[in-house]
């Protein structure tokens, strides 16, 4: 979808959220330092658009989803779908906003019951939710397969029936089910095969178009991000170290770890090579992140001031901000 179609209001709003898990020693438990998963990240979500996170394993990209769909609570900040701030509302406020923010997870496999059918599956969130009559619910079953590209008698079978790509329409289907205005899709391809990553994608696609739907997508494939992005947020060790327009960070990445990112990715126009930026070292742990910068360790560009000071996340360029002593 192009950002021109984009409305100017912001459906999701994240601010300032950090999730530090404890670590605890001795016989009284007594905590000893925290792992830092996510640490201190803003950004807001357009209605319709779909925001690209990309970043190594271990960044916190699926910790932030986690926090978004309110699985994990956060240590600190604030985390608001269309104005109402998740984690200060009751359980009770909480159960029926739910329904407008659903996940699609990583394992098509572990994410769906083995015991249950399709039907089942499908049937149960709109039972919790009182949703329709029995004959409705089953005829929403059967349009949602339809629209998933399954066939409606595959509603009786049961996950273990299905291949991966079927299992993970199954699961978008799943998300759908409840009407929701925001879905978190977390690597939902990178499971896949190329060719059936393509076609999930393209579903996902169509989807959001018919139902306005707005995307998170997580993935650490930027072939994939460039593909389905309006916008990207790259993470690094729990912290947003770039965000822009898809057009602003392919063209003109500013951040050394996002050139390092690009610079890895295959490159798909014949003729042309990429400058491979290797990075030194490996990713330091969230649990004794580096002073400063925390890419300061691996950055080719490191100064002094990035191990002593954390760049803040400033607009260096219109719609496009950094987190880099470089640009401050």
């Known amino acids: 979808m192009a950002l ?13 959220v950090k999730k530090y898990f404890p670590i605890k020693k001795g016989i009284f438990s007594k905590q000893v330092g925290a792992v830092k998963a996510v640490d201190n990240v803003s950004f807001q979500l357009r209605r319709g658009e779909t925001l690209g996170v990309v970043g190594e394993s271990g960044c ?8 978004i769909i309110q699985l994990l609570k956060a240590t600190e ?5 269309e104005g109402k ?12 906003t739910r329904r407008d923010i659903q996940m699609v997870f990583q394992d098509p496999y572990a994410s769906l019951n083995p015991r249950w059918t399709v039907e089942k599956t499908l049937l149960e969130p709109m039972k919790v939710y009182n949703i329709g009559t029995k004959s409705e ?53 990178s499971a896949l095969d ?14 959001q178009e018919q139902y306005n739907l707005t995307y998170m997508f997580i993935t650490h494939d930027l072939s994939v991000c460039e593909h ?4 990207v947020a790259v993470m690094y060790l729990g912290k947003i170290v770039e965000l822009a327009s898809k057009d602003q960070l392919f063209s003109n990445p500013l ?14 126009n014949a003729g042309h090579k990429r400058e491979r930026i290797i990075l030194k070292g490996d990713v330091p742990s969230p649990a004794n992140p580096p002073s400063g910068c925390a890419f300061h360790t691996r950055c080719p560009s490191c100064m002094e001031i990035c191990k002593a000071e954390t760049p803040a996340l400033t607009e260096k360029e219109p719609g496009q901000f950094v987190a880099c002593h470089l640009y401050q």
Request: zero cysteines; a positive charge.
């Open 4 to 16: 021109s179609k984009l409305q100017d209001d912001y459906i999701l709003e994240v601010q300032n």
């Open 60 to 67: 916190g990209k699926s910790t932030m989803a986690r926090l």
């Open 77 to 81: 900040g604030r985390i608001k779908l």
């Open 85 to 96: 701030d998740l984690t200060a509302i009751s359980k009770e406020e909480l159960r029926a």
């Open 137 to 189: 619910r089953k005829e929403k079953v059967a349009d949602l397969l339809n629209k998933v590209g399954l066939d409606p008698s595959y509603a009786k079978r049961h996950p273990h029936e299905f291949s991966g790509g079927q299992r993970q329409r199954i699961g978008i289907a799943r998300a759908l089910v409840l009407n929701p205005k925001v879905i978190i899709a977390d690597e939902p391809v």
């Open 194 to 207: 190329i060719s059936v990553q393509a076609q999930v994608i393209n579903l996902m696609q169509d989807l």
């Open 228 to 231: 389905i992005s309006d916008r």
């Open 255 to 268: 951040h050394p770890y996002t050139l390092a990112l690009i610079s890895a990715a295959p490159e798909v």
